[in-house]
């Protein structure tokens, strides 16, 4: 049985504009998305901003009604069961709020204990555990709010486990990071998935995605554009191969017009300090490389690399190069 | 029974840990500062300005409306931090996502402040007997010290309902600040009630703090506690009264905030 299902949900955001003639603006945050998860499975959201992935994630977190569609975890129904689903699930919304600054870490963490009605006698084992295990050890006593960080981001993974729920919601949990704590954050998930739990992670890395997930879903303007294994998607783009241009203040037009080259499948860049890295997609691979050189006459141009296709490259082309 | 004891448990922890969360006056040094002195202040200043305009004649009734008075303090400020503090700390979706029973959680954050209150009001009425002499040799204390728990309870009530307004509205202090004043002027702290218009009276009768008032001159003065049981149980039911609707209006933001997806609140 899929311990997640979502059946053509629909959310709906009404904003109203001006303060003397109002104004209400209708955006279809998510259109019509459904998906499966099913236990143990950890399923990736990807897509570029604005996209609904956090809009969806609510939706199915219980913290917003959907307008359309059906959402069922464990068989539960999100809307009517939203209490008793609660119980089942954890979840983060990436980034350092949602937690009592003025608290130490394990009063934080007492405090949402008694909200999942956890005996005392329960939690006073399952907090030094925790604290253990997102490698917060030793820091517990201290107030929130002189914690990094990244220190307050392990303290959420603490909270949401402290009624070791079977189904996690991550909605980029590794934002703001160091290279090393997301690392260690991925630990942290891998023994989550060994532990068999269902988890939906969004996150905006893509090798993150490839190497957590066992499915991910594309999710573009509030459909899905794509849905398979990491490996599936990469066939798509398996023809391709990319060839990356490091620029120095290259400019929006230049970039479109090598977009409009016939050979060139997608374009997109990538800052990196003071350079642009121009990621071009091409069937051609290295033969591309003299004419893209000729389209950058009189720009300056660094290294230029051709490699094979990543999920980030599948990712690119199915959303457009926008991100 | 072991359901209610550990519901109690729970009920504690979180009301204690939520205090110190959320009241964010709490560094002991300040606290203490505050207690003491802010009372000391309130007395001081009407107890002064109103023998002055009266002619010395009827300090008492100046010393005993502001020692009372002095719940406010902590009904509304503090209950009110303690319910919109979620709002700034960015905790209502964390909330919101528990199975947390909403009654425990919500009025458990006017918990504390119960206490807090009366303590105010215990020193506020120390000062006004060291300083202003005044007496309590004819005054029932239990009688006493009911009237300032239920009064405590009443004001709590209305900053549940406040509180839930800051969760709306932007501006929290505008909101407190513009009650804790209409309470200084409606509870008859500083003024008889008899002489305001009627419709003014009216609306001190629909207000928490009016009646707790009335029932402490009555009490110091030496009234006994069934002469003053009706001001005592109409003043717990405007408490109740006003809980409750902060209770629903609670219910109400957090469902509004599931239908809306209000921007700071999930
Ligand atoms: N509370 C809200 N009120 C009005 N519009 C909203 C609200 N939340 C999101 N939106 C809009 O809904 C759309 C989807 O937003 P959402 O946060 O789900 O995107 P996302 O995929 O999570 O993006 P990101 O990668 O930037 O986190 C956007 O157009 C956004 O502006
Ligand atoms: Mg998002």
């Known amino acids: 049985?899929?311990?997640?299902?979502?059946?053509?949900?629909?959310?709906?955001?009404?904003?109203?504009?001006?303060?003397?003639?109002?104004?209400?603006?209708?955006?279809?945050?998510?259109?019509?998305?459904?998906?499966?998860?099913?236990?143990?499975?950890?399923?990736?959201?990807?897509?570029?901003?604005?996209?609904?992935?956090?809009?969806?994630?609510?939706?199915?977190?219980?913290?917003?009604?959907?307008?359309?569609?059906e959402v069922k975890i464990n068989g539960l129904d999100i809307v009517k069961d939203a209490n008793e689903i609660r119980k089942q699930i954890g979840f983060i919304f990436g980034g350092e709020r949602g937690l009592y600054w003025r608290l130490s870490g394990i009063d934080n963490l007492r405090y949402f204990a008694s909200l999942y009605h956890i005996e005392p006698e329960v939690s006073k084992k399952r907090i030094p555990y925790l604290l253990d295990l997102v490698g917060l050890k030793g820091r517990g006593d201290e107030r929130v709010e002189g914690y990094s960080r990244g220190m307050k981001q392990r303290l959420h993974v603490a909270r949401t486990l402290l009624h070791?729920?079977?189904?996690?919601?991550?909605?980029?949990?590794?934002?703001?990071?160091?290279?090393?704590?997301?690392?260690?954050?991925r630990e942290v998930i891998r023994d989550l998935q060994a532990?068999?739990?269902?988890?939906?992670?969004?996150?905006?890395?893509?090798?993150?995605?490839?190497s957590l997930?066992?499915?991910?879903?594309?999710?573009?303007?509030?459909?899905?554009?794509?849905?398979?294994?990491?490996?599936?998607?990469?066939?798509?783009v398996r023809d391709l191969s990319v060839v990356e241009i490091e620029t120095f203040g290259i400019a929006e037009i230049v970039v479109n017009k090598i977009r409009a080259l016939p050979f060139v499948d997608a374009?997109?860049?990538?800052?990196?300090?003071?350079?642009?890295?121009?990621?071009?997609?091409?069937?051609?691979?290295?033969?591309?490389v003299p004419d893209l050189m000729k389209s950058l006459e009189g720009q300056r141009v660094g290294r230029v690399t051709v490699r094979e296709p990543t999920l980030e490259d599948a990712y690119v082309r199915l959303v457009g190069g926008k991100s | 029974?072991?359901?209610?004891?550990?519901?109690?448990?729970?009920?504690?922890?979180?009301?204690?840990?939520?205090?110190?969360?959320?009241?964010?006056?709490?560094?002991?040094?300040?606290?203490?500062?505050?207690?003491?002195?802010?009372?000391?202040?309130?007395?001081?200043?009407?107890?002064?300005?109103?023998?002055?305009?009266?002619?010395?004649?009827n300090v008492d009734f100046y010393v005993i409306g502001n020692a009372i008075q002095i719940v406010a303090v902590s009904g509304i400020f503090g209950v009110t931090l303690s319910i919109g503090g979620d709002r700034w700390n960015g905790t209502l979706p964390y909330l919101f996502g528990t199975p947390a029973n909403r009654m425990m959680l919500f009025f458990g954050r006017a918990f504390m402040h119960i206490f807090?209150?009366?303590?105010?009001?215990?020193?506020?009425?120390?000062?006004?007997?060291?300083?202003?002499?005044?007496?309590?040799?004819?005054?029932?204390?239990?009688?006493?010290?009911?009237?300032?728990?239920?009064?405590?309870?009443?004001?709590?009530?209305?900053?549940?309902?406040?509180?839930?307004?800051?969760?709306?509205?932007?501006?929290?202090?505008?909101?407190?600040?513009?009650?804790?004043?209409?309470?200084?002027?409606?509870?008859?702290a500083n003024i008889v009630l008899e002489t305001f218009p009627n419709w003014m009276q009216i609306i001190s009768q629909m207000l928490p703090l009016t009646r707790g008032i009335a029932s402490a001159r009555l009490l110091i003065s030496g009234s006994s506690l069934a002469e003053v049981t009706p001001l005592v149980l109409?003043?717990?039911?405007?408490?109740?009264?006003?809980?409750?609707?902060?209770?629903?209006?609670?219910?109400?933001?957090?469902?509004?905030?599931?239908?809306?997806?209000?921007?700071?609140?999930?």
């Not at chain 1, 949900?9 to 003639?21: P, S």
């Not at chain 1, 079977?166 to 690392?183: K, N, Q, S, W, Y």
């Not at chain 1, 800052?271 to 990621?279: A, H, M, N, P």
């Not at chain 2, 000062?127 to 005044?134: I, K, M, N, Q, R």
């Open chain 1, 1 to 69: 049985m899929n311990t997640i299902s979502v059946k053509n949900l629909k959310r709906i955001y009404k904003t109203t504009t001006g303060v003397i003639r109002r104004k209400t603006k209708e955006v279809e945050a998510v259109k019509d998305i459904s998906f499966e998860i099913s236990k143990g499975e950890l399923f990736g959201l990807l897509g570029p901003n604005g996209a609904g992935k956090t809009t969806t994630t609510k939706v199915l977190t219980t913290l917003l009604i959907p307008n359309a569609g």
């Open chain 1, 164 to 185: 070791d729920p079977d189904i996690l919601f991550l909605d980029e949990p590794t934002i703001g990071l160091d290279p090393v704590g997301a690392r260690e954050f």
């Open chain 1, 195 to 210: 532990e068999k739990k269902t988890i939906l992670l969004t996150t905006h890395y893509m090798f993150e995605a490839d």
């Open chain 1, 213 to 236: 997930s066992d499915r991910v879903a594309v999710i573009d303007d509030g459909i899905i554009v794509a849905l398979d294994t990491p490996s599936a998607l990469k066939k798509h």
């Open chain 1, 267 to 288: 374009v997109s860049t990538r800052e990196q300090d003071q350079r642009q890295v121009l990621l071009v997609q091409t069937e051609r691979g290295a033969e591309a």
């Open chain 2, 1 to 57: 029974m072991r359901i209610i004891t550990n519901n109690l448990r729970l009920f504690w922890q979180g009301t204690l840990l939520s205090y110190i969360a959320l009241f964010v006056w709490l560094r002991p040094t300040t606290y203490i500062a505050s207690k003491v002195l802010m009372p000391l202040a309130q007395i001081l200043f009407f107890s002064f300005l109103g023998s002055y305009a009266s002619g010395g004649t």
């Open chain 2, 116 to 188: 807090d209150g009366a303590l105010g009001v215990v020193i506020a009425l120390g000062w006004g007997a060291l300083l202003f002499g005044l007496d309590f040799s004819q005054t029932d204390l239990f009688a006493l010290g009911i009237t300032i728990l239920v009064t405590t309870i009443s004001t709590c009530g209305l900053g549940l309902m406040m509180g839930c307004l800051s969760l709306i509205t932007a501006n929290v202090m505008f909101v407190n600040n513009t009650v804790y004043f209409l309470l200084l002027i409606f509870s008859g």
């Open chain 2, 234 to 266: 109409g003043e717990l039911g405007i408490g109740i009264i006003y809980g409750w609707l902060g209770f629903y209006l609670f219910k109400w933001v957090e469902n509004q905030a599931k239908r809306k997806g209000t921007l700071d609140l999930v």
